[in-house]
């Protein structure tokens, strides 16, 4: 919804702008009038679905940490989204490998990484969470554990990604592409009617890596980090930059001290790019929440966009940038 527009249906002209605190952009008047909103979710990019999924289950007071679970599952089982779970692209060497994290209210997470053949990554970290002592399980030991808990072999290579994976063994180029990087992490922070906070991030990450590779989304306080008397965080982009920073920690770090979602993802993507000349070669965006329903959001190139839920309305909104294209 355009600002211009949310204003209008909101009724908030006048009186109600002026009460709106002159540290706050134009572009953030959209994230201060919702404080105090809950349900709500956020989840990165347009994955339009699975927003409303965890949204929906939201308004039926789920609870956060089933929403969010919920939510990333329904593009992990995805077919046709080739950055996430089933159909996802493989590596290098044609093995599709997962990685996803999943936190909870309690401060208690779990997470998987290098993890094959098993379409909801995101399920198994929480079963690690909540059923194990650990907090991570990596490849075959992951793959063991899931299907020892009922979790059903799966070959998730789909002919389509097959094919394209063929065609990049032509040339072999591994350059990230701006706003796709090869690859489109899901992350989903929700807040429930009760006022907790949850959230989830899952994805087959760069698309041809090497075999092996690892990236941001299943490191607790890179990709993913939640404190339920805060707020919670997300990343998507290149993993590598993110986990030098353990950007999303920081973000709830920085909202801890009493900057707004918006002040922290801004603050910490200056930290980042500071740390790395060559920050105009990828992107990097992150998505913030804190307990109060604010939302905040910060990218490197414009084109990141991300998804709120909230008084059962879905939403696209294009995140702030650093870099104007």
């Given at each position: ?200 991030c899952t994805t087959s990450g760069l698309a041809y890596k090497m075999h092996g590779r690892v990236g941001d989304s299943p490191i607790i306080g890179s990709g993913l980090f939640v404190d ?98």
């Amino acid at each position: 919804m355009k600002r211009r527009n949310f204003i209008r249906k909101t009724g908030l002209t006048g009186l109600g702008l002026s009460m709106i605190p002159a540290s706050y952009s134009r572009s953030s008047i959209e994230e201060f009038i919702g404080t105090e909103m809950k349900p709500v979710c956020l989840t990165t990019w347009n994955f339009h679905q699975a927003s409303k999924k965890a949204g929906e289950l939201l308004d039926n007071k789920i609870s956060a940490l089933d929403a969010v679970e919920q939510g990333v599952r329904v593009e992990e089982k995805n077919i046709q989204n080739h950055t996430v779970g089933n159909g996802g692209a493989p590596d290098r060497d044609g093995f599709v490998t997962l990685d996803a994290s999943i936190m909870g209210p309690d401060g208690d997470c779990g997470s998987v990484a290098f993890l094959q053949d098993i379409e909801h990554p995101v399920s198994v970290a929480r079963k690690v969470m909540e059923s194990t002592p650990h907090k991570m399980l990596v490849g075959k030991g992951a793959y063991n554990f899931a299907v020892n808990n009922g979790f059903k072999p799966k070959d998730l290579l789909s002919a389509e990604s097959k094919k394209k994976w063929k065609n990049w063994l032509a040339h072999k180029n591994y350059k990230p592409i701006i706003n796709i990087e090869n690859h489109d992490t899901i992350g989903m922070l929700c807040l429930d009617q009760k006022g907790d906070l949850a959230g989830a991030c899952t994805t087959s990450g760069l698309a041809y890596k090497m075999h092996g590779r690892v990236g941001d989304s299943p490191i607790i306080g890179s990709g993913l980090f939640v404190d339920n008397e805060v707020g919670g965080a997300v990343a998507t982009g290149l993993g590598e930059e993110i986990m030098k920073n353990v950007s999303s920690f920081l973000i709830v770090e920085l909202m801890r001290q009493g900057k707004s979602p918006q002040e922290s993802c801004e603050i910490a993507m200056n930290r980042l790019i500071s740390k790395n000349p060559n920050y105009k070669d990828f992107q990097v965006a992150f998505l913030a929440l804190n307990k109060k329903g604010e939302v905040g959001s910060f990218c490197i190139h414009q084109g990141f966009t991300y998804m709120k839920y909230g008084n059962s309305v879905n939403e696209n909104f294009t995140s702030k940038s650093l870099l104007k294209n």
